[in-house]
């Protein structure tokens, strides 16, 4: 069974600085994996999608890379701003059963 | 990008009474939805596939007499709480499953917030 842990679950740190955030996943047979951003209260932004064949995506100021065969992926923000304060979920696509499984996330928190 | 509602938004209702919530694919056919459950600050925990023309397949644990789940065409699934208590209170979100040629990927609806009294 397939279980997704991000680390930390907590974060806050100073704007302007750059960060990375943690997902790990413990059945490498994935067909994707996705970082999404969920602000309180809100549903789901998607962010970045890596397909299992890629190493890593990017968007603006956001970096995702996934390493499958040690069932890792990093999102990485450079830069950070205030706005950037919310909670990412890492999820995982599972090839065997085609479901998505979520991690618990991150809540991330840019002082001003 | 595909896009994925669902209906009501927020709903508040009293203990004992049933509540649907819709999810429609808006652009694109949907063969398989699925729906999601989400706890305060907890992640989104998988309910149940809802599969076009078929029964749902759920999750263990989760009552399948209770959330019922009816995917009557290929751009709509609907999941109605039966006989809700105040435990159900919950953001549900779903998301459809979009195939086209070389691209397989999952689309999510912006989320219902229920709340029983």
Not at chain 2, 8 to 15: G, Q
């Amino acid at each position: 069974k397939q279980e997704v842990t991000q680390i930390p679950a907590a974060l806050s740190v100073p704007e302007g600085e750059n960060l990375v955030l943690n997902c790990s996943f413990t059945d490498s047979a994935i067909y994707n994996l996705q970082w999404f951003r969920q602000d309180p209260g809100k549903g789901l932004t998607s962010l970045l999608l890596i397909q299992s064949s890629q190493r890593e995506q990017t968007s603006g100021r956001l970096n995702a890379s996934l390493d499958k065969s040690s069932g890792r992926s990093t999102l990485y923000i450079a830069a950070s701003q205030p706005g950037d304060s919310a909670t990412y979920l890492c999820a995982v696509r599972g090839r065997r059963d085609d479901k998505i499984i979520f991690g618990k996330g991150t809540r991330l928190h840019i002082l001003p | 990008g595909a896009v994925v509602s669902q209906h009501p938004s927020r709903v508040i209702c009293k203990s004992g009474t049933s509540v649907k919530i819709e999810c429609r694919s808006l652009d694109f056919q949907a063969t398989t939805m699925f729906w999601y459950r989400q706890f305060p600050k907890q992640s989104l925990m998988l309910m149940a596939t809802s599969n076009e023309g078929s029964k749902a397949t759920y999750e263990q644990g989760v009552e399948k007499d209770k959330f019922l789940i009816n995917h009557a065409s290929l751009t709509l699934s609907t999941l109605t709480v039966t006989s809700a208590h105040p435990e159900d209170s919950s953001f549900y979100i779903c998301s459809a499953r979009r195939a086209q040629g070389s691209t397989d990927t999952q689309y999510f609806g912006p989320g219902t917030r229920l709340t029983v009294l």
